[in-house]
């Protein structure tokens, strides 16, 4: 007689339950969340060019010092990171449960690039969702490979920034500079556009909603192109997965030994790199200016070293007691990231488009740095209100509801 043997059933993969999350996790997406406020505050307050300049104030100065030292590329860094991270985590937990894991992650790549893509158009011009959308599509490439082919290719990865950054330092230290060269330096921190500064002051601080929605649409299929800052985030893309392979952060305290030499070096090359380029202030390709390239040279280095350091402290220190009871409402700001992303760029267009206060190129850093704390504060217990009641935040659930096409509950079960 044939023996009959049962097989559990399949369960379809889903939302990560919030007893499913590792908590270092959504803590660290929380800081990471805030950290790009800081830096964003002066794409939102004013042209990118301005914010290049030295202030005449010295609070002014010395916040926009303190941001290039603490804040400029870590924590894009640290996202990208947590992005990379990500896609491990959901991966593997679709293989443990036997089902098709890359045309459920294509679906939920789409409908994060139409999200980017309208809070593009219809808010704000220096969205990151659509970039990140296009290189986790590249991304998906190397979810089977080894461990150390992932440390390759990021090594590859950052080494075209490195080169390019290489040459303009060469350049402004000789005072030769080729053709081709400053063309893309131009690009890449826009100056190839000299009246450009002036027409966007006008736009944002003056125009119409309706011109800035029309401005921006036909800006978007330039800002699909590729750059040297794609090279960047999607080497910190292949670490994260890397770290989310390795399972670094399930369980911080057997991996304990390691976050602390991972904290001891990235302060010590950290600190080191971008107190130069703190100095040497914000990039500038010029030929004269080598402090300028010196430190965005170093930048490539110093920015993950110091982002590393960050996570390794955060992820430590949330081991401990008090400190865990301190950082546990970033959990929610977190597990909220998109809706936070975005409530961020309507409260800074409220504030400095004509539409709203009409701010635009009125605020410098040091108040800039202080709005951020404000809205940040405003975020922190908002978050933590709102996953009392509800299970994602209004963003995440339509992000989940079209990926797995199905509404999904939206109420906290008592």
Same mark, same amino acid.
């Given at each position: 007689?044939?023996?009959?043997?049962?097989?559990?059933?399949?369960?379809?993969?889903?939302?990560?339950?919030?007893?499913?999350?590792?908590?270092?996790?959504?803590?660290?997406?929380?800081?990471?969340?805030?950290?790009?406020?800081?830096?964003?505050m002066?794409?939102?307050?004013?042209?990118?060019?301005?914010?290049?300049?030295?202030?005449?104030?010295?609070?002014?100065?010395?916040?926009?010092?303190?941001?290039?030292?603490t804040?400029?590329?870590?924590?894009?860094?640290?996202?990208?990171?947590?992005?990379?991270?990500?896609?491990?985590?959901?991966?593997?937990?679709?293989?443990?449960?036997?089902?098709?894991?890359?045309?459920?992650?294509?679906?939920?790549?789409?409908? #994060? /690039?139409?999200?980017?893509?309208?809070?593009?158009?219809?808010? $704000?011009? +220096?969205?990151? @969702?659509?970039?990140? *959308? !296009? %290189?986790?599509?590249?991304?998906? #490439? /190397?979810?089977?490979?080894?461990?150390?082919?992932?440390?390759? $290719?990021? +090594?590859?990865? @950052?080494?075209?920034? *490195? !080169? %390019?950054?290489?040459?303009?330092?060469a350049?402004?230290?000789?005072?030769?500079?080729?053709?081709?060269?400053?063309t893309?330096a131009?690009?890449?921190?826009?100056?190839?556009?000299?009246?450009?500064?002036?027409?966007?002051?006008?736009?944002?601080?003056?125009?119409?909603?309706?011109?800035?929605?029309?401005?921006?649409?036909?800006?978007?299929?330039?800002?699909?192109?590729?750059?040297?800052?794609?090279?960047?985030?999607?080497?910190?893309?292949?670490?994260g997965?890397?770290?989310?392979?390795?399972?670094?952060?399930?369980?911080?305290?057997?991996?304990?030994?390691?976050?602390r030499?991972?904290?001891?070096?990235?302060?010590?090359?950290?600190?080191?790199?971008?107190?130069?380029?703190?100095?040497?202030?914000?990039?500038?390709?010029?030929?004269?200016?080598?402090?300028?390239?010196?430190?965005?040279?170093?930048?490539?280095?110093?920015?993950?070293?110091?982002?590393?350091?960050?996570?390794?402290?955060?992820?430590?220190?949330?081991?401990?007691?008090?400190?865990?009871?301190?950082?546990?409402?970033?959990a929610?700001v977190?597990?909220t990231?998109?809706?936070?992303?975005?409530?961020?760029?309507?409260?800074c267009?409220?504030?400095?488009?004509?539409?709203?206060?009409?701010?635009?190129?009125?605020?410098?850093?040091?108040?800039?740095?202080?709005?951020?704390?404000?809205i940040?504060?405003?975020?922190?217990?908002?978050?933590?209100?709102?996953?009392?009641?509800?299970?994602?935040?209004?963003?995440e659930?339509?992000?989940?509801?079209?990926?797995?096409?199905?509404?999904?509950?939206?109420?906290?079960?008592?």
């Amino acid at each position: 007689m044939m023996e009959v043997v049962h097989v559990a059933p399949v369960r379809p993969l889903g939302p990560v339950r919030s007893q499913d999350r590792i908590e270092a996790i959504d803590i660290l997406r929380g800081v990471a969340i805030l950290g790009i406020l800081i830096v964003n505050m002066g794409l939102f307050s004013m042209p990118e060019v301005i914010g290049h300049r030295s202030w005449s104030s010295l609070a002014d100065e010395g916040a926009q010092r303190l941001i290039l030292f603490t804040a400029q590329e870590k924590f894009k860094t640290l996202f990208s990171l947590l992005f990379g991270l990500g896609l491990a985590v959901q991966m593997m937990r679709a293989e443990a449960r036997g089902v098709g894991f890359v045309p459920l992650y294509a679906r939920r790549l789409g409908v #994060l /690039f139409l999200i980017g893509a309208m809070h593009f158009v219809f808010l $704000w011009d +220096g969205d990151i @969702l659509h970039d990140y *959308a !296009l %290189l986790g599509c590249v991304l998906l #490439l /190397f979810r089977h490979r080894s461990l150390d082919t992932l440390l390759i $290719w990021a +090594g590859v990865a @950052l080494a075209i920034p *490195a !080169l %390019l950054y290489s040459l303009t330092t060469a350049s402004a230290i000789t005072g030769r500079v080729s053709q081709p060269l400053a063309t893309w330096a131009a690009y890449e921190i826009g100056t190839d556009n000299p009246g450009g500064a002036a027409e966007t002051t006008r736009l944002y601080s003056q125009g119409t909603y309706a011109d800035m929605v029309k401005t921006r649409a036909q800006e978007f299929p330039g800002d699909l192109l590729p750059d040297t800052d794609d090279a960047f985030v999607f080497a910190m893309f292949l670490l994260g997965l890397y770290a989310g392979r390795r399972k670094l952060f399930h369980d911080v305290s057997a991996n304990r030994f390691l976050f602390r030499r991972v904290l001891g070096w990235g302060l010590g090359l950290g600190i080191a790199g971008n107190v130069v380029f703190a100095i040497g202030g914000a990039y500038d390709p010029t030929p004269g200016k080598v402090m300028e390239n010196v430190g965005r040279l170093c930048l490539v280095i110093a920015a993950p070293a110091l982002s590393f350091s960050y996570a390794a402290a955060i992820a430590l220190l949330s081991q401990r007691t008090r400190w865990h009871r301190w950082l546990k409402p970033l959990a929610a700001v977190g597990r909220t990231a998109l809706s936070n992303y975005l409530m961020q760029s309507v409260f800074c267009t409220v504030i400095f488009y004509g539409a709203g206060l009409a701010l635009y190129g009125r605020v410098g850093p040091f108040s800039g740095l202080l709005l951020t704390f404000g809205i940040f504060l405003v975020q922190v217990p908002l978050s933590v209100w709102w996953l009392r009641r509800f299970q994602f935040g209004p963003i995440e659930w339509l992000w989940r509801s079209l990926t797995y096409w199905r509404l999904q509950p939206m109420r906290v079960r008592v």
